[in-house]
């Protein structure tokens, strides 16, 4: 089974191409801030167009869709260079250029300021409570419109196409929670590192969360390599992967990235139930659905975990901020929800193309 590789209006435009094209030949110079100490000029047309996207995508209402996905494309772009891809050392030259971090945070700063109008903001009553009563509700959800349009109407080039752009994050998958481990030994500390060894087989490659991925994309004949459809990703899918590097990056944001993989283990089962009735639907195969058979059956004991052993220890710990969990849970959950509405509509466009 061939899959086409087929754009649609998830791509750039031809101005917002040329201007990510520009992007990608600073980020392989060789010492980029030091040319750029020489040669200011040279990124005086980016920042300039630069500052016309951010304005765009985050001034008015939904903002352009355009922009938004020029904007979440470099974000990517830069962010992964925080995980190590096995590929050639040069391309890490610039990993630690202040060009970069400071474009990195003109990005992130305007772009999390127009993503906190989007939720509502809760943080009174008990605490404890409200995390109890989000994961009883997420847990086992009624179908939501888009999952019921997986589940039952996408047809098989529909089911690749939802492969080829989960395949971004699923390659690579739980790398973030890798950034959370480092520091003082605890029970928290430990619990977040056994969730991390399991998504990670145990040690064992044949076993881990990506390599059955992998095995699910070559069994329906397509790439396996990582990034390999990455011009098929809309911008909600990148916001959040993004949206996890953020917060994961930044200490300060430790609640809040704990509020999210809560959610993020407690929603799966449901969500990926949708997606493997699919496979079964259309005859994919045991191999074709493993990895979501594999996640329906680990994240239901990994969102218990999360929530006794992780979460409800650390309102112990942090009376006064641990809000920012409930925070993290419910801007994770509207994310989600959006990425997943915007990654139906891609695979409806392409359906009817």
Same mark, same amino acid.
């Given at each position: 089974m061939n899959?086409n590789?087929?754009?649609?209006?998830?791509?750039?435009?031809?101005?917002y191409?040329?201007l990510?094209?520009?992007?990608?030949?600073?980020?392989?110079?060789?010492?980029?801030d030091r040319?750029?100490?020489g040669?200011p000029?040279?990124?005086?047309?980016f920042?300039s167009?630069?500052?016309?996207?951010?304005?765009?995508?985050f001034?008015?209402?939904e903002?352009c869709?355009?922009?938004?996905l020029?904007?979440?494309?470099?974000?990517?772009?830069i962010?992964?260079?925080k995980?190590?891809?096995?590929?050639?050392?040069?391309n890490?030259?610039?990993?630690?250029?202040s060009?970069?971090f400071s474009?990195?945070?003109?990005?992130?700063?305007?772009w999390?300021?127009w993503?906190?109008g @989007?939720? +509502?903001?809760?943080? *009174?009553?008990?605490?404890?409570?409200? /995390? $109890?009563d989000?994961v009883?509700?997420?847990?086992q959800?009624?179908?939501?419109?888009?999952g019921?349009?997986?589940?039952?109407e996408i047809?098989?080039?529909?089911?690749?196409?939802?492969?080829?752009i989960t395949s971004?994050?699923?390659l690579?998958e739980?790398?973030?929670?890798?950034r959370m481990?480092?520091?003082v030994?605890?029970?928290?500390?430990?619990?977040?590192?056994?969730?991390?060894w399991?998504?990670y087989?145990s040690g064992?490659?044949?076993?881990?969360?990506?390599?059955?991925?992998?095995t699910?994309?070559?069994?329906?004949?397509?790439?396996?390599?990582p990034?390999?459809?990455?011009?098929?990703?809309?911008?909600?899918?990148?916001v959040?992967? @993004?949206? +996890?590097?953020f917060? *994961?990056?930044r200490?300060k944001?430790? /609640? $809040?990235y704990?509020?999210g993989?809560?959610y993020?283990?407690?929603?799966?089962?449901?969500?990926?139930?949708?997606i493997k009735?699919?496979?079964?639907?259309?005859?994919?195969?045991e191999k074709?659905?493993?990895?979501?058979?594999?996640?329906?059956r680990e994240?239901?004991?990994h969102?218990?975990?999360m929530?006794?052993?992780?979460a409800?220890?650390?309102?112990?710990?942090?009376p006064?901020?641990?809000?920012?969990m409930?925070?993290g849970?419910?801007?994770?959950k509207?994310i989600?929800?959006?990425?997943?509405?915007a990654?139906?509509?891609s695979?409806?466009?392409?359906e009817?193309?």
């Amino acid at each position: 089974m061939n899959f086409n590789l087929q754009t649609d209006s998830t791509a750039l435009d031809f101005s917002y191409q040329e201007l990510e094209e520009e992007f990608v030949g600073l980020l392989h110079l060789d010492d980029l801030d030091r040319v750029i100490s020489g040669n200011p000029e040279k990124v005086e047309s980016f920042n300039s167009e630069l500052e016309v996207s951010l304005s765009d995508a985050f001034n008015d209402g939904e903002g352009c869709p355009q922009a938004h996905l020029f904007l979440q494309r470099i974000l990517y772009r830069i962010n992964r260079l925080k995980l190590f891809w096995y590929d050639e050392l040069e391309n890490y030259t610039n990993e630690d250029s202040s060009f970069l971090f400071s474009l990195r945070l003109k990005i992130e700063n305007a772009w999390q300021g127009w993503e906190e109008g @989007n939720t +509502s903001q809760q943080s *009174s009553g008990n605490l404890s409570d409200a /995390l $109890r009563d989000r994961v009883e509700e997420d847990l086992q959800p009624e179908p939501s419109s888009d999952g019921l349009i997986i589940r039952n109407e996408i047809s098989k080039a529909g089911y690749l196409r939802l492969l080829a752009i989960t395949s971004l994050d699923g390659l690579v998958e739980a790398s973030q929670l890798s950034r959370m481990l480092g520091g003082v030994g605890n029970e928290v500390q430990t619990m977040l590192t056994r969730i991390l060894w399991e998504e990670y087989g145990s040690g064992k490659f044949s076993r881990k969360h990506s390599t059955h991925f992998a095995t699910m994309l070559e069994e329906c004949g397509m790439d396996s390599r990582p990034e390999a459809y990455f011009d098929l990703v809309p911008w909600e899918v990148l916001v959040n992967i @993004n949206h +996890s590097f953020f917060l *994961s990056e930044r200490k300060k944001n430790f /609640l $809040r990235y704990v509020g999210g993989l809560l959610y993020t283990e407690v929603s799966v089962p449901a969500a990926f139930q949708n997606i493997k009735m699919a496979g079964e639907r259309l005859g994919m195969g045991e191999k074709g659905i493993s990895y979501w058979d594999l996640h329906i059956r680990e994240d239901i004991r990994h969102g218990q975990w999360m929530l006794d052993d992780v979460a409800l220890p650390l309102i112990e710990k942090y009376p006064e901020q641990a809000w920012d969990m409930v925070k993290g849970y419910d801007q994770q959950k509207f994310i989600s929800a959006r990425s997943a509405s915007a990654m139906v509509e891609s695979i409806r466009r392409f359906e009817f193309s």
